[in-house]
């Protein structure tokens, strides 16, 4: 298992959730070999073909996540882990927010829409996840990947991204 794939407890809690295959056109790979991948490069950013071979074909990789973004299996599985991680009382849905601390600067008018990324350091990325829950951990991982699509799809519309 490499840094950044799924754990064994994550994996057994995405696993009931998956789509089967339909057994036409033949066995699917691993689903968790190809989620794995999938993570890895939304982790990343690396080109779909320079994933390491340790995730199967590249291409593999790259039809299943364009597969599951068109059908809407990402966003399905967010809503599924979701709602059982709520029913286990593992989120928490509380929000606030006060505006009356919050100041815009005299130039902020007229400034760019979104901020440029920033360099993510090496270890930060494992740090960041430390302390959750499993549950936690694979929602934070899920809502990742539905970002990205959601990004890719709005890319593709000429659209801004929403969030989630």
């Given at each position: 298992?490499?840094?950044?794939?799924?754990?064994?407890?994550?994996?057994?809690?995405?696993?009931?959730?998956?789509?089967?295959?339909?057994?036409?056109?033949?066995?699917?790979?691993?689903?968790?070999?190809?989620?794995?991948?999938?993570?890895?490069?939304?982790?990343?950013?690396?080109?779909?073909?320079?994933?390491?071979?340790?995730?199967?074909?590249?291409?593999?990789v790259?039809?299943?996540?364009?597969?599951?973004?068109?059908?809407?299996?990402?966003?399905?599985?967010?809503?599924?882990?979701?709602?059982?991680?709520?029913?286990?009382?593992?989120?928490?849905?509380?929000?606030?927010?006060?505006?009356?601390?919050?100041?815009?600067?005299?130039?902020?008018?007229?400034?760019?829409?979104?901020?440029?990324?920033?360099?993510?350091?090496?270890?930060?990325?494992a740090?960041?996840?430390?302390?959750?829950?499993?549950?936690?951990?694979?929602?934070?991982?899920?809502?990742?990947?539905?970002?990205?699509?959601?990004?890719?799809a709005?890319?593709?519309?000429?659209?801004?991204?929403?969030?989630?």
């Amino acid at each position: 298992m490499g840094r950044g794939d799924l754990s064994d407890a994550e994996w057994e809690r995405l696993r009931p959730f998956l789509p089967v295959s339909n057994r036409r056109c033949g066995r699917w790979r691993d689903h968790r070999q190809v989620i794995d991948g999938i993570l890895h490069r939304v982790r990343t950013g690396v080109q779909w073909r320079d994933l390491p071979e340790r995730f199967g074909p590249w291409k593999t990789v790259y039809e299943r996540h364009r597969l599951w973004s068109a059908d809407g299996t990402w966003k399905r599985l967010l809503q599924q882990i979701q709602a059982e991680a709520d029913a286990a009382g593992e989120i928490d849905w509380d929000i606030s927010v006060d505006s009356t601390v919050v100041r815009a600067h005299q130039h902020a008018a007229g400034a760019r829409t979104e901020p440029p990324p920033a360099p993510v350091p090496k270890g930060d990325r494992a740090a960041e996840h430390q302390g959750e829950t499993a549950w936690q951990s694979l929602v934070a991982r899920l809502a990742e990947v539905v970002q990205e699509v959601r990004a890719w799809a709005a890319r593709a519309a000429g659209s801004p991204p929403r969030s989630i």
